[in-house]
């Protein structure tokens, strides 16, 4: 932690929000010694409750705030547990307390701790007792020149506690994972996802998109030009112009290298970060920003600084001048080009391979704003073929703000699944959709107005057919807020929450009880393994998400196919294992997992079991992910991941299912 150091005359602590800046420096390394040495035991009261006593031992000149005050942002001192332990009241002082006036806090009247620290706080446990149990202490401790905000890690021994089950034991550790039989299917199917192409195609789309907006169109024509008015010849002007969109496409491309990094050091991270709750606050918040800006309530720019400094640099003398245009004219367009890309990014990292994914889109969306460079460097005689900047621009663009509403719902509702809060049901989902839908259509008809859009604006042909079709959209999207089978929206599986997240009673729907094509799932592997022993089926482990698009695609267009939903209810046990569930796990199943690279991993939620539980025995992070194992815990065929195609996927069930009856045997 990084100490502070006060100028006496100033009380700078005396307003909240300054104080909450020094929570800051307590993320950096230690400068000094800690001036305080920490000790907790627990003495037990009852079955599940329990007396903490911390005892502190202060260096010399250091006091310890005692008490909380509201009108400085001062917080007391206190340990803290997570869920789902509760402490049930605040820490009670062991030893007299020192008021007194402190000058960091100008000259106000605090109460503290001088030499030792002693409190007492209670604990109730909700469930297993462990063995150890684990705090976080928080507080503010400071000398005569110094503040610190204080944050240790302690661990407590419970008497009466029980040791942490062991890691993986049971059904999570299978006996093997060898083929019921040497050529059980002979080649091995690989599934049909083709996202890369899918993904680059997106990409490049969101390019041509982007050259649309009024950041980057007016800058295309003053570019070429610029290359062929000071370029000797021909050649040169095509030479400059395809080193430019060179540049373009390798700078997008090297702006996807950190994920490799990231992904490279702890795989699976991308898919834990675009499943995690708060990212996906954070980027329903950005995305929300991303839309205002488009709407004009602000200017979204990056600093004159840096884009001064890279257009100081461009020039067409050499490479590096080249080079610095084209960034020069990737910070400049930013404020139009960053929704795009935004979305762009999570996207990939929502999907398998993220990292890569990303490259691919990445390359897509550099591609598709390099070409025109490189294009009308080699015809110029295009550039008075393109069409006048105008209102046209500034419409693509608030046009462009209710596509960004629509995916900042989309955060929220990833949030919403893995939370399990049922703020954004289903029908309220596509309910807030259709409100932007037809907002964007009124929009584009002329009948919604923004301010500063000109009255007497003449609705063109093509604005108005745009118009159109999204009213359409929105037309197709009124089915779903009811309860009918016409509210599946086969052609957003994925996007909407899954149809069981609902504000109807889904268990007598009419999508049920048109013909019960959904299969039943078990959500506990223990009991579906025990399914599989008493019926002689195989099991169907399904790694999944909330937040997983592909897999609700699987399951509202694949899984929903007759032949493939008849094979999973009467072939098959499936159990869907939820890699993003964020509930707690029991305190005693919690643990460690060290894998044989030597990395540990924390397992503390259901998520954290069933993600290492792939990893170790599938070598897989991406979901979904279809694993058949008979009752043996034997590998019927080869997993298979996202697979859009029903006969493949399909023959793929059908090859595992094939199997003889003998590699089914059950093991007594």
């Not at 007396?51 to 005692?66: F, K, R």
């Not at 461009?314 to 004219?329: C, N, P, R, V, W």
């Not at 098959?572 to 997992?593: A, C, G, N, W």
């Not at 979901?623 to 065929?637: E, I, K, M």
Request: aromatic share 10%.
């Amino acid at each position: 932690m990084m100490t502070w150091n006060a100028t006496p005359q100033l009380p700078l602590l005396r307003y909240p929000a300054l104080l909450a800046l020094l929570f800051l420096f307590s993320l950096a390394p230690a400068a000094a010694q800690p001036p305080v040495r920490w000790q907790v035991s627990a003495k037990q009261e009852t079955e599940n409750t329990y007396t903490l006593t911390l005892q502190g031992s202060l260096s010399p000149g250091w006091h310890v705030y005692a008490e909380a005050n509201p009108q400085l942002g001062l917080e007391g001192l206190r340990l803290e547990a997570t869920d789902p332990y509760s402490i049930l009241e605040a820490p009670r002082p062991l030893l007299p307390l020192t008021p007194g006036q402190d000058p960091l806090l100008g000259d106000e009247w605090v109460t503290s701790y001088r030499d030792t620290v002693a409190l007492a706080q209670s604990l109730c446990l909700q469930g297993p007792v462990p063995a150890t149990l684990s705090l976080t202490l928080t507080g503010f401790a400071a000398s005569r020149d110094t503040f610190l905000p204080l944050r240790e890690e302690l661990s407590v021994a419970l008497p009466g506690g029980q040791e942490q089950s062991t890691p993986l034991a049971g059904p999570l550790r299978l006996a093997s994972l060898e083929l019921a039989r040497a050529s059980a299917c002979g080649e091995t199917v690989t599934s049909g996802d083709g996202s890369f192409p899918t993904v680059f195609l997106l990409g490049f789309l969101g390019g041509l998109l982007a050259l649309l907006t009024p950041c980057v169109f007016p800058m295309v024509p003053l570019t070429v030009t610029y290359f062929t008015s000071r370029a000797g010849s021909k050649r040169q002007a095509l030479r400059h112009g395809g080193l430019f969109g060179a540049c373009i496409l390798v700078i997008y491309l090297a702006c996807s290298l950190p994920f490799h990094v990231l992904d490279g050091v702890e795989p699976g991270i991308l898919n834990s970060l675009s499943t995690n709750v708060w990212v996906n606050l954070f980027f329903f918040a950005i995305f929300i920003g991303f839309a205002l800006s488009f709407f004009g309530v602000f200017e979204l720019t990056l600093p004159s600084s840096l884009t001064n400094h890279a257009d100081a640099k461009a020039g067409l003398g050499s490479l590096g001048g080249i080079f610095f245009l084209a960034i020069t004219l990737v910070l400049v367009s930013f404020s139009c080009t960053g929704p795009i890309l935004g979305t762009l990014l999570v996207g990939s990292l929502s999907s398998d391979s993220g990292a890569w994914q990303l490259t691919a889109g990445m390359g897509g969306f550099g591609l598709a704003l390099a070409l025109p460079f490189a294009l009308l460097a080699l015809f110029p005689g295009w550039l008075q073929r393109l069409p006048r900047s105008g209102s046209w621009l500034s419409t693509m663009k608030k046009s462009l703000a209710f596509v960004e509403l629509a995916l900042a719902l989309k955060f929220l509702s990833n949030a919403d699944l893995v939370a399990q809060w049922g703020l954004l049901k289903r029908e309220v989902f596509i309910g807030l959709w259709l409100l932007l839908a037809i907002g964007l259509a009124l929009y584009l008809l002329g009948i919604l107005r923004f301010p500063g859009d000109p009255k007497s604006q003449e609705i063109g042909r093509v604005r108005r057919m745009a118009g159109l079709l999204i009213l359409i959209f929105a037309l197709y999207l009124a089915p779903g807020l009811g309860n009918s089978p016409q509210g599946s929206l086969r052609l957003l599986s994925g996007f909407p929450p899954p149809w069981h997240y609902s504000l109807y009673s889904r268990e007598d729907s009419p999508q049920n009880a048109q013909d019960s094509v959904q299969p039943h799932v078990v959500n506990n592997l223990e009991k579906a393994f025990e399914l599989a022993k008493e019926q002689q089926k195989p099991l169907l482990l399904d790694f999944t998400g909330y937040a997983c698009v592909n897999c609700r695609k699987m399951e509202e267009q694949v899984w929903t196919a007759p032949a493939i939903s008849k094979l999973l209810r009467e072939e098959v046990i499936l159990v869907s294992l939820y890699v993003d569930d964020r509930q707690p796990l029991p305190l005693t199943e919690r643990f460690t997992y060290t894998g044989a690279d030597g990395t540990s991993r924390e397992v503390r939620t259901i998520g954290d079991k069933w993600s290492t539980f792939q990893a170790l025995h599938f070598g897989q992070v991406t979901q979904p992910l279809y694993v058949l194992l008979n009752p043996d815990q034997q590998l019927l065929n080869q997993p298979i991941g996202y697979t859009p195609d029903e006969q493949v996927y399909g023959d793929w069930l059908r090859c595992g299912l094939d199997v003889p009856s003998t590699s089914r045997r059950i093991v007594q």
